[in-house]
């Protein structure tokens, strides 16, 4: 309980009660006087009407007096604000969310105004967020979605070629059904990330191999090493196997390999390795690239935080934030560990399988 706003509202109305108060003794004072002087004359019908008329003069001037302090009181204490907040309304109709209204200062008078505008901040950046989010998950789906479909295209050209071996058709044919299976694949995940952002779903475990996993996904990208000459030096142990949803995880490492690859220069490295115990599964993901700064790493993960924006390669600022929400519902653990001109190493921890044992066995 807020004592300090209950013991406001009581002055507030004990003052209105002194005023009042004052009111009506000046009323009824002035009355008292006017009836009193008449007395000492004659006490007539005429006097008590005088006194009853110039009583009630007063009465209306004090009346007019106190409406118009009012209109101004309202004129300044409430429409003023009011107009604040309304004009602040409409640019948040308009689609204008960055539109903040700054308080009224301590005054006690604006109290409630002041809380009023706290939720309409709040609300207009909740509501900015997600339209960044909109906007950024646009983006985002756009980028994954252009180099399949650049490969489909690509394929689909080379093919009207008629010159064309049976060799090479099967081959282009084959590259389109692979990239036309990785784009619904890309699709599917993108509908459930964001279902999962809404709490919608919960992840599908299964039992599978975390190593063929990550070779698969790291062959994805082979072009992409071959055409900037990097290095790529893996250490992955065979037969690791661990109870997760197989498709979110490969968004995480999609995402990871594609940071890594996109911030190495022509000429580095990438690394990828894969180590276990008893109960953890650790994937390092690391790379020779531009690296990110000590007080970027703290916001990282945070979604729409691009860091240093001066790189023409830097993201959208929601990928990494993606990663972190899948490895948090797999209730894994992410790191990163960075330095500025020598790169990054990303570090996902997960749960092994209970049953990996057997799998190894078989």
Partial sequence: MNYKKILHGMSNWFVFFLVAAFVVTCCMTLFITVMSESLDLTFTEENISTAAKLTFGNVLLISLLFTIIDAVRRRLMVDRPTKHIVSAGERITSGDF??????FGD????????????????MAEELGSVETLRTDFIANVSHELKTPLAVIQNYGTMLQSPDLTDEKRVEYAKGITDNSRRLASLITNILKLNKLENQQIFPVSKHFDLSEQLCESLLQFEEIWEQKNIDIETEIEDGIYINSDSDLLSLVWNNLLSNAFKFTESGGAVSVSLSADDEYATVKISDTGCGISKETGKHIFEKFYQGDTSHAMQGNGLGLALVKRVVDIMQGEIAVESEIGKGTVFTVKLKRSDAVGMEKAD
């Fill in 98 to 103: 960055s539109v903040r209204i700054e308080p």
């Fill in 107 to 122: 005054n006690y008078a604006y109290e409630s105004f002041n809380s009023i505008i706290d939720c309409f901040n709040k």
